[in-house]
């Protein structure tokens, strides 16, 4: 029986700037905007829990209606011919609204909240996560648990909790695109680094790669675009 080879796709904000969501890092990005100790910090929550409840709330109202590009989808389609892992530093839902089935996201989901403490901060269990789609919570609104229900977001401060098992997916790939992110927010930007020193490597950016890897073929593109040539690439090989 013919098996398929693993592809895992790492994604950041880059893929989904052309649906309109805002980078974090590029000029007019959120962090021009706010600052990121105040907003997406454990710190930042820790001083002021209102105003981070209300942040994420407009963030998680605005993704409503947002859609899927054509990177989002093009990544989705490669599950036709390909064992495909989406690892993303993305908190939105367009990777699964666009069709991909194995996702894990590093930072957490913004349609989704949990207790300020909880199950989740002894063993990471995801079973007191709720999902609560675009809706909103509010200052007081408590968890099943009776604790303040909080953004299912990691901050800065807080610990990568899927770290490992993303490790172990890029360690097994056959192919590692990197697509959307400027491999600047660690551990993630470090990932790569466990890849076997024999496979391809695929970065789709329109910047410079900073990085120096021989493996590396830099696609200098803008992810949509990037996306539809990597296709191409792979279908010659």
């Known amino acids: 029986m013919y098996k ?5 796709v790492l994604t950041g904000a880059g893929v989904s700037a052309e649906s309109g969501l805002d980078t ?10 706010y600052d990121p100790q105040v907003v997406a910090s454990i710190d930042g929550w820790r001083a002021d829990k209102g105003l981070l409840i209300n942040f994420y709330n ?3 109202v605005g993704l409503k209606d947002k859609q899927p590009n054509k990177a989002h989808l093009l990544i989705a389609s490669l599950e036709e011919k390909y064992n495909v892992t989406v690892i993303t530093q993305n ?10 089935t194995r996702i894990i996201h590093l930072h957490g989901e913004l349609t989704k ?4 403490l909880g199950e989740y901060d002894r063993t990471y269990s995801e079973k007191e996560v709720i999902d609560i789609g675009y809706g909103t919570i509010a200052l007081g609104e408590k968890a099943p648990n009776g604790q303040q229900l909080r953004p299912h977001i990691v901050w800065f401060g807080e610990a990568v909790p ?7 997916e890029v360690e097994s790939a056959d192919i590692l695109l990197i697509v959307g ?22 970065i789709i950016d329109p910047k410079d790669v900073s990085i120096h890897d021989g493996r590396i073929v830099h696609i200098k593109a803008v992810a949509t675009s990037g996306m539809e040539e990597f296709v191409q690439k792979l279908e010659k090989n």
């Open 4 to 8: 398929k080879q693993k592809l895992v």
């Open 24 to 33: 974090f890092r590029d000029s007019g990005g959120l962090w021009g905007k």
């Open 58 to 60: 407009d963030l998680r």
């Open 91 to 100: 908190v939105d839902n367009l990777h699964e609204r666009a069709g991909s």
């Open 113 to 116: 909240v949990r207790p300020e």
């Open 162 to 168: 899927k770290i490992e098992k993303a490790i172990e």
């Open 181 to 202: 992110t400027s491999l600047q927010v660690y551990p993630a930007a470090g990932l790569y680094r466990y890849a076997d020193p024999h496979i391809p490597i695929y």
